[in-house]
């Protein structure tokens, strides 16, 4: 089957987007307001190009099954940035311990994701896929819940972060998604499916805070965006329903309103709250 580029760059190109943009929201609200505004957003353009390359409702369920699976692995991927001073800051500091950390959560990240991939798919035939997403959904749910009411801090940032590192989370972001939609028309969805959820948006978001702002900043959005992203797993369950009996578009559309109505606006104003609203406002100011 002959790949598309249109069906690449463009959901490449507005997920790079979306990274740009979803760090400034973080920068200047704090980490309960960034994390709160952690809406179903690259998985949009992924899945309508995954939609369009698998050429089958089968595939496509089988590729979206593997988001909620690949959220959990970020979950994992955020705790081990949330809890990396008290780890690794008795043997790394300063920047070692930004390398370190970012290492290791990569690498965590690759192995438990390729395994997941592998093992869903070795047992999709006795157990349907969707059945392991929704549990996978509800378990992040539940661990969100519990990573903002147990977390640290979400302070705003003071410092601007440079244009290049924007541009650099951006082109990381774009570049996982156009892989994700690649390796869809290439016939392999579990993978593709888990690829379209790369923390790379997580990764870059990390990154350029602890170099402009310190650490205190990202780590204290790491609960808030744990809960958040659970809504990208509710979007692609959805997903999975709504693009046969609509279409691509439409279907994300109506996914994506519902999540952003009955999940997020409802969990950010409960993780604003929980946070303290009055300091996240003052740090707007």
Same mark, same amino acid.
Do not use: C, H
């Given at each position: 089957?002959?790949?598309?580029?249109?069906?690449?760059?463009?959901?490449?190109?507005?997920?790079?987007?979306?990274?740009?943009?979803? $760090?400034? !929201?973080?920068?200047?609200?704090?980490?309960?307001?960034?994390?709160?505004? $952690?809406?179903?957003?690259? #998985?949009?353009?992924?899945?309508?190009?995954?939609?369009?390359?698998?050429?089958?409702?089968?595939?496509?369920?089988?590729?979206?099954?593997?988001?909620?699976?690949?959220?959990?692995?970020?979950?994992?991927?955020?705790?081990?940035?949330?809890?990396?001073?008290?780890?690794?800051?008795?043997?790394?500091?300063?920047?070692?311990?930004?390398?370190?950390?970012?290492?290791?959560? #990569?690498?965590?990240? *690759?192995? !438990?994701?390729?395994?997941?991939?592998?093992?869903?798919?070795?047992?999709?035939?006795?157990?349907?896929?969707?059945?392991? *997403?929704?549990?996978?959904?509800?378990?992040?749910?539940?661990?969100?819940?519990?990573?903002?009411?147990?977390? @640290?801090?979400?302070?705003?940032?003071?410092?601007?972060?440079?244009?290049?590192?924007?541009?650099?989370?951006?082109? *990381?972001?774009?570049?996982?998604?156009?892989?994700?939609?690649?390796?869809?028309?290439?016939?392999?969805?579990?993978?593709?499916?888990?690829?379209?959820?790369?923390? *790379?948006?997580?990764?870059? $978001?990390?990154?350029?805070?602890?170099?402009?702002?310190? @650490?205190?900043?990202?780590?204290?959005?790491?609960?808030?965006?744990?809960?958040?992203?659970?809504?990208?797993?509710?979007?692609?369950?959805?997903?999975?329903?709504? !693009?046969?009996?609509?279409?691509?578009?439409?279907?994300?559309?109506?996914?994506?309103?519902?999540?952003?109505?009955?999940?997020?606006?409802?969990?950010?104003?409960?993780?604003?709250?929980?946070?303290?609203?009055?300091?996240?406002?003052?740090?707007?100011?």
């Amino acid at each position: 089957m002959a790949v598309d580029p249109q069906s690449i760059m463009v959901p490449a190109l507005f997920a790079g987007l979306v990274a740009i943009i979803s $760090t400034v !929201f973080v920068e200047r609200g704090g980490g309960a307001l960034g994390g709160v505004i $952690t809406l179903p957003t690259t #998985i949009v353009p992924a899945s309508i190009g995954i939609w369009r390359e698998v050429g089958s409702q089968e595939s496509f369920s089988a590729a979206m099954s593997m988001v909620p699976i690949g959220m959990l692995l970020n979950l994992l991927f955020l705790v081990v940035w949330r809890n990396s001073p008290s780890w690794f800051g008795s043997v790394l500091r300063g920047n070692s311990l930004l390398v370190g950390v970012s290492v290791l959560s #990569i690498v965590l990240w *690759a192995i !438990f994701a390729g395994l997941a991939a592998a093992l869903v798919e070795s047992a999709s035939e006795q157990l349907d896929p969707m059945f392991i *997403a929704i549990l996978t959904t509800l378990a992040s749910i539940a661990l969100g819940f519990s990573a903002v009411k147990t977390g @640290p801090p979400a302070p705003s940032g003071k410092n601007s972060v440079s244009k290049t590192v924007l541009m650099s989370r951006g082109a *990381a972001a774009g570049m996982a998604i156009g892989a994700s939609v690649w390796i869809a028309s290439m016939g392999l969805p579990f993978i593709s499916g888990i690829i379209s959820v790369f923390p *790379a948006i997580f990764l870059t $978001t990390m990154v350029s805070l602890w170099l402009s702002q310190g @650490p205190a900043v990202p780590i204290g959005a790491t609960g808030p965006m744990m809960l958040g992203s659970a809504s990208v797993s509710i979007y692609a369950l959805l997903s999975i329903f709504l !693009f046969p009996v609509t279409s691509a578009w439409m279907g994300a559309m109506i996914s994506w309103l519902i999540v952003v109505v009955f999940f997020t606006t409802p969990v950010g104003i409960w993780t604003w709250r929980t946070l303290d609203g009055d300091g996240v406002l003052e740090g707007m100011e």
